[in-house]
């Protein structure tokens, strides 16, 4: 179990705010935070770390406390069992691949994880290049290795794929997903992009100025009323044919075309976010909204 409150004044473009959250997050969870900027989801992840003091809190990792302001503790970063991966990769420019991953080793640690690691993210062909010659997704996939090799209790991912096409988006979605099953990890993802909730997130919570505001599944999040059936798929609207009625919506690099009635065609406009799922013979639409 992991649980922490903190609190903190946060510097924002409208002025100062207070973080203030409780949690708990049980062990194996893949949790989701989600947000507008500024609303203290990167602080969030940055005190669990260590990077970060908060005013005043706790953090507690399998009951061993990794901070209580009120007792004078705090644990420093390189002794919690945190694996971070950032947005903008934060790779050493003078090591290879091979010797990013190395670095994150510990002392007495068998090197095997390190080939295990760079066969699951497919990085063995990339084994002796350096950063600098690597494209967007395989250097986050080489940063998403290396916070894999101390096999981490909490795995903090901070927006880890916006900068990528949907393509290599959804690839790279699946490679983190594999790791948190193969490895038990407990992990933390902060992104503002809901299909990526709705497929990793078994559990979001929203943010907002601080607080927050609403938590559960994708569905008890984003909908008011429940959405069933055999499958459910998140995208946008990129186009409303009135005359046949049809609302034709990209989901990643697929498009799904839905039949729907007059009534129904007019809610919608190039742009909105929906999911579309099954109903007895034909797929239904909902857009999709934080309420």
Not at 106 to 128: F, N, R
Not at 132 to 156: F, I
Not at 173 to 198: C, N
Request: hydrophobic share 45%.
């Amino acid at each position: 179990m992991i649980s922490f409150g903190i609190s903190k004044v946060l510097h924002t473009a409208q002025g100062k705010a207070l973080l203030d959250v409780m949690c708990d997050i049980e062990p194996g969870e893949l949790v989701g935070i989600y947000g507008a900027s500024g609303a203290g989801k990167t602080t969030i992840l940055r005190i669990l770390a260590g990077l970060l003091l908060p005013d005043k809190g706790h953090i507690s990792v399998g009951g061993n406390m990794w901070l209580d302001t009120t007792a004078g503790k705090n644990l420093a970063p390189q002794k919690r069992s945190v694996g971070f991966v950032f947005q903008d990769y934060a790779l050493f420019p003078n090591m290879t691949v091979k010797g990013n991953l190395a670095y994150a080793l510990q002392k007495g640690q068998p090197p095997a994880i390190i080939d295990e690691l760079m066969e699951l993210m497919e990085l063995q062909q990339l084994s002796g290049r350096y950063p600098e010659t690597l494209s967007g997704g395989q250097k986050q996939r080489v940063a998403l290795a290396r916070a894999l090799v101390r096999q981490p209790k909490l795995l903090l991912l901070d927006e880890p794929l916006s900068a990528l096409d949907n393509e290599l988006r959804y690839r790279l979605q699946g490679h983190i997903l594999q790791a948190h099953k193969r490895y038990g990890l407990t992990t933390i993802l902060v992104s503002h992009d809901v299909p990526e909730l709705f497929r990793m997130a078994g559990r979001i919570l929203v943010l907002e100025q601080g607080k927050i505001v609403k938590q559960g599944t994708p569905l008890e999040v984003f909908f008011n009323e429940q959405a069933g059936g055999a499958f459910q798929l998140v995208g946008d609207v990129v186009d409303v044919n009135m005359e046949t009625r049809v609302i034709t919506v990209l989901v990643y690099n697929n498009v799904v075309k839905v039949q729907v009635t007059a009534a129904e065609a007019i809610q919608y406009k190039q742009g909105d976010r929906v999911l579309v799922s099954s109903d007895t013979f034909s797929p239904v639409i909902r857009k999709i909204v934080v309420s």
